[in-house]
């Protein structure tokens, strides 16, 4: 349980199934200029044995998420959300904290993701937990070919 959602509610966080996959899509849809598609996340919760994704809802409505793909000991963060009307209360934090918790537990040594070059609210996210820069993929996202950073912490 996380305090600090909306009016006081506190937000539950556990695995994401197949029946979530349309609120998720919702929360995608509003997060990202190029969002994943309806396939994509069916794919994940039915036959991507590496995906590991995790939800975060208040009042039984789903306001965040979080994926990873875990291959050995290490893992790959595909993608953080919140609901734009529940930004800036940590939730985000909070269910991010949850899959690196997650990941220690299940033996990952190594965490890696992609964030946009423009996106310092998220990098800034990241660093806490120790992430650092690793590199960059230039013209990564395909919307506006804008660079990523490629970040990484040894857990």
């Known amino acids: 349980m996380v305090g600090g959602a909306k009016r ?17 899509l919702a929360i995608e849809q509003l997060s990202f200029t190029v969002p994943w598609s ?10 991507n044995d590496s995906a590991i994704y995790f939800v975060g809802e208040v009042a039984d409505e789903i306001v ?21 009307s529940y930004r800036g209360q940590k939730l985000g934090d909070a269910i991010f904290h949850h899959m690196v918790a997650y990941a220690k537990e299940a033996g990952i040594h190594q965490l890696s993701l992609e964030v946009r070059v423009s996106n310092i609210a998220a990098q800034s996210l ?7 820069i690793g590199g960059t993929r230039r013209g990564y996202y395909s919307d506006n070919l804008e660079d990523a950073y490629v970040m990484w912490v040894e857990l």
């Open 64 to 84: 965040c998420y979080c994926g990873a793909w875990f291959v050995l000991d290490q893992a790959t963060i595909t993608n953080v959300a919140v609901l734009p």
């Open 38 to 47: 309806r396939e994509s996340f069916v794919f994940e919760m039915t036959q």
């Open 8 to 24: 006081g509610k506190v937000m539950m966080i556990r695995k994401m199934t197949a029946a979530d996959i349309d609120q998720v």
């Open 126 to 132: 990241y660093k806490n937990y120790g992430f650092a």
